[in-house]
């Protein structure tokens, strides 16, 4: 069984810095994309970053400049790292991937890690 398991999450002060980890675990062929989304309270769950088996990165327009998405294939984990935190960042965060298990892809969810930003 195939799991995805958030860490990273925690308080801090705006301007400050976060780094949130994704690790995938059980057995799986390999891992097609690891996407990042978030949903603060009373809000839709929305897309923050995506970064492709061929290393490709997506960014939301509102993290651009100030998150960094990038992954360890050895430890098959994926990190966010997030600067110049603002309060509009708060949200639980969530990790989604596309994981192969031949001869299908099957989409699986973290279950979210709390990122709480200060003014």
């Known amino acids: 069984q195939v799991q995805l398991v958030e860490s990273g999450g925690g308080l801090v002060q705006s301007g400050g810095s976060l780094r949130l980890s994704c690790e995938a675990t059980?057995?799986?062929?390999?891992?097609?994309?690891t996407n990042w989304y978030r949903q603060a309270p009373g809000k839709k769950r929305e897309p923050v970053a995506q970064i492709t088996s061929r290393d490709t990165t997506t960014y939301a327009d509102s993290v651009k400049g100030r998150f960094t998405v990038s992954r360890d294939n050895a430890k098959n984990t994926v990190y966010l790292q997030m600067n110049s935190l603002k309060p509009e960042d708060t949200a639980v965060y969530y990790c989604n991937a596309d994981v192969v298990i031949l001869p299908r892809t099957y989409s699986y969810w973290g279950r979210g890690t709390q990122v709480t930003v200060s003014s």
């Open positions: 059980g057995k799986f062929t390999s891992i097609a994309s």
